[in-house]
């Protein structure tokens, strides 16, 4: 690239020189502008006959492609023609995206890609990101040192074991990377060769798509064990070699390896685990911003957290820091909390307990006394009806993929303990939520706060139109990574994702008003991946793990690095130079 002039019709700033002519430049999705092309750019790269004679603005094809999407009549129909958008005609792709962000967010990202994941094999079409397939475990260096991936920085991986609520997806699993890395470009501006998403295919447990003739992925059970280990390791230690300041995020592992595998790596490249930190951060911050709406600090709540997964436990590790940090004694801190697996509340001698949950455990003398349910009392379990009733629950949050959990009888008793209950069921997609928030609304008499983790619409509560704050991760992980990128940080510090969680609650509209929405509008994503980023800069240098130093010049660096989804004039060098 070089500054030149530009085309009338195009804006002003960069040249793109490129030795692509033809059909292999309109072939090319980071490339090709489509019907944008000038009339003397179809001179020099020898396009004419093969583009319709109009020529066109990337407005116009902006406009036409909307009315395209608004034909289709289901969401998975729009996800579908946003994917082949995305593989023919990148900058169109995101500046339709960044047009439209409240609309498409929930198309190319959850819930429907989560319909994505289950028909991938359906529509693929175009190679997108890599498929690491265990057969080629000896391969993947010599797969990753292809020159097309000089310029990737950041990585989004998968395994496609726990894909949202809707467990293991094989090879479907990519959807997800690729999803996630379209928000890194689309809501955080990260040039689009800088991302490379992901797929580790080990196998699928999933019977139905071993079973399907049209399944893409590697047909055979998933390799546990030393040799799934010994996989992972081989990915990672490539991954370093070819781009030893790489930042690799971590996405829907299944729930032991997720945790296990970010213990392991943390410390030895830059790498954190969206589903854990990213999780957590959204979540942190929501419920700091609904605290401040109802007047109680978070130290002086009481927190059932229904689902102790790797997600589960990632927020009530930074709820407690955030506790903390409020004055808090860590001991104080849990006990301010009741956490549950699917058995029931996690008290000693309870079924089910994992080593990363023992923290979480309650004492049997924390709960003597408690009048219980004769059906929980007959098998030792304590339900969430019982913890809710004994303990007087202020906040509720679920992340445990069972839809409906959050029963009327259960909502109802909480509502009597408290005037705003904060209930946060953030299941994904939107089938597998742990209750509606027109169901919440409608058992709180509208006292209650409500969070989801998919997008739901506004509920009207006593004649007025009440906002459902989507605790979506998109507030968090696009501006975590930029931050991250143009810090030059070599870890990702607790610090750092505490950063991102105080900077999106300072953006709350709730703080200045408590009957407004607890996070702000999707649309202004952007502005929020900046503001995240900044933060967590800051904190990078202050965790002493970037070389950093001058935050007048981070914040400039930061708006400089932030690529637009604009055409741009191009010229054509010869392939030899």
Same mark, same amino acid.
């Given at each position: 690239?070089?500054?030149?002039?530009?085309?009338?019709?195009?804006?002003?700033?960069?040249?793109?020189?490129?030795?692509?002519?033809?059909?292999?430049?309109?072939?090319?999705?980071?490339?090709?502008?489509?019907?944008?092309?000038?009339?003397?750019?179809?001179?020099? =790269?020898?396009?004419? /006959?093969?583009?319709? #004679?109009?020529?066109?603005?990337?407005?116009?094809?902006?406009?036409?492609?909307?009315?395209?999407?608004?034909?289709?009549?289901?969401?998975?129909?729009?996800?579908?023609?946003?994917?082949?958008?995305?593989?023919?005609?990148?900058?169109? =792709?995101?500046?339709?995206?960044?047009?439209?962000?409240?609309?498409?967010?929930?198309?190319?990202?959850?819930?429907?890609?989560?319909?994505?994941?289950?028909?991938?094999?359906?529509?693929?079409?175009?190679?997108?990101?890599? =498929?690491?397939?265990?057969?080629?475990?000896?391969?993947?260096?010599?797969? *990753?040192?292809?020159?097309?991936?000089?310029?990737?920085?950041?990585?989004?991986?998968?395994?496609?074991?726990?894909?949202?609520?809707?467990?293991?997806?094989?090879?479907?699993?990519?959807?997800?990377?690729?999803?996630?890395?379209?928000?890194?470009?689309?809501?955080?501006?990260?040039?689009?060769?800088?991302?490379?998403?992901?797929?580790?295919?080990?196998?699928?447990?999933?019977?139905?798509?071993?079973?399907?003739?049209?399944?893409?992925?590697?047909?055979?059970?998933?390799?546990?064990?030393?040799?799934?280990?010994?996989?992972?390791?081989?990915?990672?230690?490539?991954?370093?070699?070819?781009?030893?300041?790489? *930042?690799?995020?971590?996405?829907?592992?299944?729930?032991?390896?997720?945790?296990?595998?970010?213990?392991?790596?943390?410390?030895?490249?830059?790498?954190?685990?969206?589903? +854990?930190?990213?999780?957590?951060?959204?979540?942190?911050?929501?419920?700091?911003?609904?605290?401040?709406?109802?007047?109680?600090?978070?130290?002086?709540?009481?927190?059932?957290?229904?689902?102790?997964?790797?997600?589960?436990?990632?927020?009530?590790?930074?709820?407690?820091?955030?506790?903390?940090?409020?004055?808090?004694?860590?001991?104080?801190?849990?006990?301010?909390?009741?956490?549950?697996?699917?058995?029931? *509340?996690?008290?000693?001698?309870?079924? /089910?307990?994992?080593?990363?949950?023992?923290?979480?455990?309650?004492?049997?003398?924390?709960?003597?006394?408690?009048?219980?349910?004769?059906?929980?009392?007959?098998?030792?379990?304590?339900?969430?009806?019982?913890?809710?009733?004994?303990?007087?629950?202020?906040?509720?949050?679920?992340?445990?993929?069972?839809?409906?959990? =959050?029963?009327?009888?259960?909502?109802?008793?909480?509502?009597?303990?408290?005037?705003?209950?904060?209930?946060?069921?953030?299941?994904?997609?939107?089938?597998?939520?742990?209750?509606?928030?027109?169901?919440?609304?409608?058992?709180?008499?509208?006292?209650?706060?409500?969070?989801?983790?998919?997008?739901?619409?506004?509920?009207?509560?006593?004649?007025?139109?009440?906002? +459902?704050?989507?605790?979506?991760?998109?507030?968090?992980?696009?501006?975590?990574?930029?931050? +991250?990128?143009?810090?030059?940080?070599?870890?990702?510090?607790?610090?750092?994702?505490?950063?991102?969680?105080?900077?999106?609650?300072?953006?709350?509209?709730?703080?200045?008003?408590?009957?407004?929405?607890?996070? #702000?509008?999707?649309?202004?994503? &952007?502005?929020?991946?900046?503001?995240?980023?900044?933060?967590?800069?800051?904190?990078?240098?202050?965790?002493?793990?970037?070389?950093?130093?001058?935050?007048?010049?981070?914040?400039?660096?930061?708006?400089?690095?932030?690529?637009?989804?604009?055409?741009? #004039?191009?010229?054509?060098?010869?392939?030899? &130079?």
């Amino acid at each position: 690239m070089s500054s030149a002039s530009s085309s009338p019709g195009q804006p002003a700033g960069p040249v793109i020189r490129t030795s692509l002519s033809g059909f292999d430049l309109l072939m090319s999705p980071r490339l090709n502008k489509g019907t944008a092309f000038t009339e003397a750019e179809r001179d020099i =790269f020898a396009l004419h /006959g093969l583009l319709p #004679p109009h020529i066109g603005t990337l407005e116009d094809q902006r406009s036409r492609r909307k009315r395209v999407l608004d034909s289709r009549p289901t969401a998975f129909g729009k996800y579908s023609n946003l994917r082949d958008l995305q593989d023919n005609n990148e900058a169109l =792709f995101y500046s339709l995206i960044a047009h439209n962000v409240e609309e498409l967010l929930p198309i190319v990202y959850t819930p429907t890609v989560g319909e994505g994941c289950q028909r991938f094999s359906e529509i693929w079409r175009k190679p997108r990101g890599l =498929f690491l397939s265990y057969p080629n475990k000896d391969r993947i260096a010599n797969i *990753l040192a292809n020159p097309r991936y000089d310029a990737v920085r950041c990585i989004v991986v998968s395994d496609g074991e726990r894909i949202l609520g809707l467990g293991d997806q094989g090879a479907g699993g990519m959807g997800i990377p690729i999803g996630k890395m379209s928000l890194y470009t689309a809501l955080g501006g990260i040039p689009p060769e800088h991302c490379l998403p992901v797929l580790l295919d080990v196998g699928t447990d999933n019977e139905s798509l071993l079973n399907d003739p049209i399944y893409i992925g590697w047909e055979h059970k998933r390799i546990r064990g030393q040799e799934y280990d010994d996989f992972v390791d081989a990915f990672v230690t490539a991954v370093e070699r070819r781009w030893p300041h790489v *930042l690799l995020q971590w996405e829907d592992f299944a729930g032991a390896n997720a945790a296990r595998l970010l213990a392991h790596y943390r410390d030895q490249l830059c790498t954190f685990n969206d589903d +854990i930190q990213g999780t957590a951060a959204v979540t942190t911050a929501t419920l700091l911003a609904a605290v401040s709406a109802t007047g109680i600090p978070l130290r002086d709540q009481t927190i059932a957290m229904f689902g102790t997964g790797s997600a589960g436990i990632g927020i009530i590790n930074l709820l407690i820091t955030a506790m903390r940090e409020e004055g808090l004694t860590e001991e104080q801190a849990r006990r301010r909390i009741y956490a549950f697996n699917r058995y029931g *509340l996690l008290v000693e001698g309870g079924k /089910g307990i994992r080593p990363e949950q023992e923290p979480l455990v309650r004492r049997r003398e924390d709960v003597a006394g408690w009048k219980l349910l004769a059906p929980s009392a007959d098998t030792g379990a304590i339900s969430l009806l019982d913890v809710v009733r004994n303990a007087r629950i202020t906040v509720l949050a679920g992340v445990s993929a069972r839809p409906g959990v =959050f029963t009327e009888e259960i909502v109802r008793e909480m509502a009597c303990h408290t005037p705003r209950p904060v209930i946060f069921p953030l299941s994904n997609p939107t089938s597998q939520s742990e209750a509606t928030p027109a169901d919440l609304l409608r058992w709180t008499d509208g006292r209650a706060l409500v969070g989801t983790g998919s997008p739901f619409p506004p509920v009207e509560v006593n004649g007025k139109l009440v906002h +459902i704050a989507q605790i979506n991760n998109s507030y968090i992980f696009p501006g975590l990574a930029l931050g +991250i990128l143009v810090s030059r940080a070599a870890r990702v510090t607790d610090g750092m994702i505490m950063a991102a969680a105080k900077a999106l609650a300072s953006l709350s509209p709730a703080r200045a008003d408590r009957s407004a929405p607890l996070l #702000p509008p999707i649309g202004e994503s &952007r502005q929020v991946s900046l503001v995240v980023a900044e933060a967590v800069g800051r904190q990078a240098v202050a965790d002493g793990v970037t070389g950093a130093s001058d935050q007048t010049a981070f914040a400039e660096k930061l708006r400089a690095y932030m690529w637009e989804p604009v055409y741009q #004039p191009y010229e054509r060098v010869d392939s030899a &130079r």
